[in-house]
């Protein structure tokens, strides 16, 4: 299902315009809350968009632009079904490309082709195979050929509440030890493991991914992930730049992320995660450990 999406979503953005860069944009639905954010974990892999709501709500256009493609169904004239549902692209002067996605069937605009920023494109349904009740919505900017984090450059929501971080694991050998209870350790290769999410609000517990992730070990920084762009290659989402993360070597079956492996040698170790959300908002945690 979700490399249907992307092959659907491969077929969309071939039919812009190239030109600059991107520019600042309206949020797609007025006073929206994401619901999930981008580099978020949905069916088990990244999701290279972001989904907001409420259902029902008008969708527009974030900035002006042309209506390059409009679908108004369920199953593509394939036969094969459209996991997006409801869908309008469309290309900016800039270089990008939007897709909204999961529209309300029979509010889409045929009647459309050139469109201004804020001009109604329909409203958020419940279109398509996905699970939930928001748009989705999703930038590509042809230029650089990269999946864009919409949030990155929407106006910010209102946020002061710092991510949350349910647990840090160190693993090896089939065992997990959790990072601030577990003391001492033998000298070795271990995994880092978080639980991290981004609530808005309490109680949320929606997966939300953060923004950004660092990784101290002594002082030193050992990751640095922002959740900024994507990039389709070999058939794959990788997200991180240089690091080319794919949900495959990120996700735990459980929705925990891995860091990465780390050799730990013989002494004192303190290890410190930093996770940093859209507004600023930053959560610390760590701990002390004897490696014998």
Wanted: charged share 20%.
């Amino acid at each position: 299902m979700v490399r249907t999406v992307r092959r659907l979503l491969v077929t969309i953005l071939a039919c812009a315009i190239p030109a600059a860069g991107p520019a600042a944009l309206e949020w797609p639905i007025a006073g929206g809350v994401p619901a999930l954010t981008f580099g978020s974990r949905r069916a088990g892999r990244f999701l290279p968009s972001m989904a907001v709501g409420p259902a029902g709500a008008p969708v527009r256009a974030v900035s002006p632009g042309e209506i390059t493609f409009l679908f108004d169904g369920d199953k593509l004239p394939s036969g094969l079904p459209c996991p997006l549902g409801g869908i309008v692209a469309m290309s900016h002067p800039d270089g990008m490309i939007s897709v909204y996605g999961r529209m309300e069937r029979g509010s889409l605009p045929f009647y459309l082709r050139s469109v201004a920023a804020g001009d109604i494109l329909g409203r958020a349904g419940t279109s398509g195979y996905f699970a939930g009740r928001e748009a989705s919505f999703t930038l590509f900017d042809r230029v650089k050929r990269q999946y864009l984090n919409p949030q990155v450059l929407l106006p910010p929501v209102r946020d002061d509440r710092a991510p949350a971080v349910r647990g840090v694991f160190l693993a090896a050998g089939g065992r997990t030890y959790p990072l601030g209870e577990t003391r001492t350790l033998r000298q070795g290769t271990y995994e880092v493991v978080a639980d991290i999410l981004d609530p808005l609000s309490a109680p949320d517990a929606a997966p939300r991914a953060p923004y950004s992730i660092r990784l101290l070990i002594d002082g030193k920084e050992v990751v640095r992930y922002l959740y900024d762009a994507a990039r389709a290659e070999d058939g794959r989402l990788r997200f991180f730049g240089p690091a080319r993360r794919d949900s495959d070597s990120y996700f735990l079956d459980d929705g925990r992320i891995r860091l990465g492996q780390f050799l730990l040698a013989r002494g004192r170790t303190t290890l410190v995660l930093l996770v940093s959300d859209y507004a600023g908002n930053e959560k610390e945690t760590g701990g002390v450990l004897l490696v014998e």
